[in-house]
């Protein structure tokens, strides 16, 4: 049986699904019981699961993921969120110093099975330091594993596959792409494993990676792609550990690869995908391997926001551009 | 049972006019000479307007998300009298009335909200931050400025502003702390409004008051009805005497409500009830400052209707001409990063710059 859901609704499912098949999930945040989140993601838990297992917690970043550290050591499998990624600064200590370390140091005593949900990223004119992709900064920290939906499919069973991991998982969403559009979800449980790339499009000409709300992007300008050009579209779904053999195996093929990205450009997350490619393509390539990105600058307020943003237009631009690279 | 005796906690709410303007405590009724009561009143009556209007144009699609302050001007309006040109503020990012009061114009704080980072300048020597939007943090920067402050010996004290559910957050311990163990000129204004969007404030914290958060640093706390502008203001007086005596900082809890949603984008009727707000309705700072006032003949009808009329087109004005005004460049989003720009952003500004001109942007 297949159900039509939004990406929010998918991971709202998904919180249910696994909340119901094991008692040890426990939700909870800001504004995440009771009214079921800022933005509803979390909606109907607290009625369904009680108010001891889906909670509201005080404005206190660092105690809702400390606290989840001390969750996991006891046992639980915990599901804070952060209202948005651009406030989980003051957790941030909890997540490099003790989460992301807890396993290694304890010799394997202490499992940190802890999914920290955060709506990321911009396009949705909202107040300042509400529209960040931040996915380097835990890509960075060694320990952590770092999940990016970009469809409701994927937002469902990776979720399934988060909360059942025992590693600690970010698990960003697009909140641009929220509600953007509605796909055939089972309605059944299933899980996406972490790790895995998805080929979304095959193709021999250029090898597009992207993710989140981008790929959503991408897909528009391919829809309005008038050249003839072929365009292999990849979603590495998992940020980190990323799946490089899937993404190496198409570049191999294309020779050309197109990273995109929402996050600004120094050492986003196309630069380490380019450095494997260098690493593990270096002779196949046809092209210097190309980077569409934010630039290297703060966010701009809503007004100068465009100026920042990546959109089909631009990617539509370098697709030509690259498919026409000559020596 | 031994814990027994530690568990009380002595809680009098400070106050001075009650809901109807009436003086109950004519003690403490301050000596503030009727040009500043005039213009306490009608910043609070601008404020509102102001704020009201924006979440008209809200509704129409034509203002962005913001926080409204309605039901809080007293609480703001009320320590801005009492403080000096010198005089610090550093907002959280419900202080409309504050920063009217000192001087922001409503264009700025308009503009801000609008999505444009012009609404942070304030000009030089304002001494005022821009809008604090993480929660909690801004108290040390307070400190800071304070510490500057007791450095210099510039006598300039500080007032800072944080809500119920900032009083959570560690950094407000930790700049509380820090300014309480430097003696810093820092005047903390809690503002309780009740909610931290869908959090009461019962289950923000089990203290009794959040005042009494001050007594874990040392430092007088001070729990004041924040409705009435007058205890706001003798209150803060006595604080920022204090601080500039170099006797350290002090902690107020005003207590107050927020009539109007969190932001524009809350829902507010998902979490408490018609009734509650009707009953702080009744409590309107703006009703107990106008009675107040016209009992002291300050104020009345007709004066009222006058500024009414005249601070609607000067709201309806101001914020015609922020519509009006262009959208930061490309040039604007990239030359405030550094003070300098590096190389490698002018050649990033000017690959962005042709990427737009061959129809690469919107």
Redesign the interface.
């Known amino acids: 049986m297949m159900a039509e859901m939004t990406l929010l609704k998918a991971i709202n499912t998904a919180l249910h699904e696994q909340m119901e098949k094991d008692d040890s999930v426990v939700v909870y945040g800001e504004d995440a019981g009771y009214e079921g989140g800022v933005f509803r993601v979390t909606a109907g838990l607290q009625k369904a699961f009680g108010e001891k297992r889906v909670f509201d917690t005080p404005i206190s970043e660092a105690a809702i993921l400390g606290s989840a550290v001390g969750m996991a050591v006891a046992g639980l499998r915990p599901v804070p969120e952060i209202q948005f990624s651009g406030f989980m600064f003051p957790g941030y200590n909890q997540i490099a110093v003790h989460l992301a370390r807890m396993h290694n140091r304890s010799r394997g005593l202490y499992k940190m099975p802890i999914t920290i949900r955060m709506p990321y990223g911009g396009g949705v004119r909202a107040l300042e330091h509400h529209s960040e992709s931040l996915e380097t900064l835990f890509a960075h920290i060694p320990g952590l594993k770092l999940v990016i939906p970009s469809t409701p499919y994927d937002a469902k069973g990776l979720m399934a596959a988060a909360i059942q991991s025992d590693d600690p998982v970010i698990y960003m969403e697009p909140k641009r792409i929220y509600r953007a559009f509605k796909q055939e979800v089972p309605e059944k449980e299933y899980t996406i494993p972490l790790g895995k790339a998805k080929v979304v499009q095959k193709g021999e000409d250029i090898t597009l990676v992207a993710w989140g709300a981008m790929m959503h992007e991408a897909r528009k300008a391919l829809k309005e792609l008038d050249e003839d050009i072929s365009v292999e579209l990849i979603d590495p779904r998992t940020i980190s550990p990323i799946d490089t053999d899937t993404i190496m195996e198409s570049v191999k093929k294309t020779g050309k690869l197109l990273v995109v990205h929402e996050a600004v450009k120094t050492l986003g997350i196309g630069a380490e995908i380019i450095s494997r490619a260098n690493e593990e393509a270096f002779f196949r390539l046809e092209a210097p391997p190309v980077r569409l990105t934010a630039p290297d600058i703060i966010v701009p307020l809503p007004q100068g926001e465009h100026h920042h943003m990546v959109d089909k237009e631009r990617i539509k631009q370098e697709i030509k551009k690259l498919a026409s690279f000559e020596e | 049972m031994v814990l027994d005796n530690f568990k009380d906690w002595k809680m009098e709410t400070f106050s001075i006019l009650d809901k109807n303007g009436k003086v109950t405590n004519k003690e403490k009724e301050p000596k503030i000479d009727n040009d500043t009561l005039v213009k306490m009143y009608k910043t609070m009556v601008y404020t509102r307007m102001a704020d009201e209007q924006a979440l008209k144009y809200q509704r129409q699609g034509r203002m962005?998300?913001f926080a409204p302050v309605k039901g809080q001007e007293a609480a703001q309006v009320g320590p801005m009298a009492a403080s000096d040109k010198g005089d610090w503020l550093v907002p959280a990012f419900r202080e409309m009335a504050a920063m009217l009061y000192k001087g922001v114009p409503l264009q700025k704080l308009y503009l801000?909200w609008?999505?444009?980072?012009q609404g942070s300048h304030f000009g030089e020597g304002s001494h005022i931050l821009p809008?604090n939007?993480?929660?909690?943090?801004q108290v040390n920067h307070a400190a800071g400025i304070a510490y500057a402050s007791k450095l210099k010996e510039s006598g300039e004290a500080v007032i800072a502003f944080i809500g119920d559910?900032?009083t959570?957050?560690?950094?407000f311990h930790e700049g509380m702390n820090f300014a309480g163990v430097f003696d810093l000129p820092l005047v903390t204004i809690i503002q309780n409004n009740h909610y931290?969007?869908?959090?009461p404030r019962s289950?923000?914290?089990k203290a009794a008051s959040l005042a009494q958060k001050a007594h874990a640093y040392g430092i007088p706390g001070a729990l004041v009805d924040g409705n009435d502008p007058l205890a706001m203001y003798v209150v803060t007086k006595a604080a920022l005497e204090r601080a500039k005596k170099g006797e350290g900082p002090t902690l107020i809890e005003a207590l107050t409500y927020r009539l109007g949603p969190h932001?524009t984008?809350?829902d507010p009727t998902?979490?408490r009830s018609d009734e509650e707000v009707e009953e702080w309705k009744k409590k309107d700072p703006i009703i107990r400052m106008y009675k107040y006032l016209s009992n002291r003949n300050l104020w009345n009808k007709e004066k009222e209707e006058t500024l009414r009329k005249d601070y609607k087109k000067e709201i309806q004005d101001t914020f015609k001409a922020v519509e009006k005004l262009p959208?930061?460049?490309?040039d604007?989003?990239?030359d405030y990063?550094y003070t300098e720009m590096p190389e490698?952003?002018q050649r990033?500004?000017e690959a962005?710059k042709a990427?737009a001109k061959?129809?690469?942007?919107?």
């Not at chain 2, 931290?196 to 959090?199: G, L, N, P, V």
């Not at chain 2, 061959?358 to 919107?362: H, K």
């Open positions: 962005l998300t801000y609008y999505g444009n980072e809008v939007v993480p929660i909690g943090s559910g900032g959570s957050h560690g950094e931290a969007i869908s959090t289950k923000q914290t932001t984008s809350d998902i979490y959208a930061p460049t490309l604007e989003v990239f990063t490698y952003l990033q500004k962005r990427q061959s129809g690469g942007d919107r």
